[in-house]
């Protein structure tokens, strides 16, 4: 099991590369809010779906208040990521937009730092600055 959140991190890294390249056919002569709301139901009921597989849906009854709110954050957040990223797909080059999203690696070991007292490290510090000349490079 030690390994499996690294298989599954991989995984998560395939389908969201899988994503880009079908969102942008997908997108062609489609609003950009409409066909984030269309990827949004079908992602609603493949996770529903998972809970009644996995028949975890009891457990909706335990979720504290913080959980709720946080979640409900966490959602809203990734609604607006979604409706940016899909406007920016449908306007720009994805070779050239998901570059820039992944800057969202950055953001996170800041915020994680910030909010949640994970440590930085040599190592995550000089991966970050790799990271954004890798982004540059990319871009420009």
């Given at each position: 099991?030690?390994i499996?959140?690294?298989?599954?991190?991989?995984?998560s890294?395939?389908?969201?590369?899988?994503?880009?390249?079908?969102?942008?056919?997908g997108?062609?002569?489609?609003?950009s809010?409409?066909?984030?709301?269309?990827?949004?139901?079908?992602?609603l009921?493949?996770?529903?779906?998972m809970?009644f597989?996995?028949?975890?849906?009891?457990?909706?009854t335990?979720?504290?208040?913080k959980?709720?709110?946080?979640?409900?954050l966490?959602g809203?957040?990734?609604?607006?990521?979604w409706?940016?990223?899909?406007?920016?797909?449908g306007?720009g080059?994805?070779?050239?937009v998901?570059?820039?999203?992944?800057?969202?690696?950055?953001?996170?070991?800041?915020?994680?730092?910030v909010?949640?007292?994970?440590k930085?490290?040599?190592?995550?510090?000089?991966?970050?600055i790799?990271?954004?000349?890798?982004?540059l490079l990319?871009?420009?």
């Amino acid at each position: 099991m030690k390994i499996m959140w690294f298989i599954l991190a991989l995984l998560s890294a395939v389908f969201a590369a899988f994503t880009s390249v079908l969102a942008k056919i997908g997108i062609d002569g489609v609003n950009s809010s409409l066909a984030t709301a269309v990827r949004t139901v079908v992602v609603l009921f493949m996770s529903w779906a998972m809970v009644f597989i996995t028949n975890s849906q009891g457990g909706i009854t335990e979720i504290s208040k913080k959980s709720w709110i946080f979640l409900i954050l966490s959602g809203l957040a990734t609604g607006a990521s979604w409706l940016c990223y899909y406007k920016a797909i449908g306007i720009g080059q994805v070779s050239k937009v998901v570059p820039i999203d992944k800057l969202s690696i950055i953001f996170t070991f800041i915020l994680a730092f910030v909010f949640l007292h994970e440590k930085l490290t040599v190592k995550s510090v000089i991966g970050c600055i790799l990271i954004c000349i890798g982004t540059l490079l990319t871009v420009l």
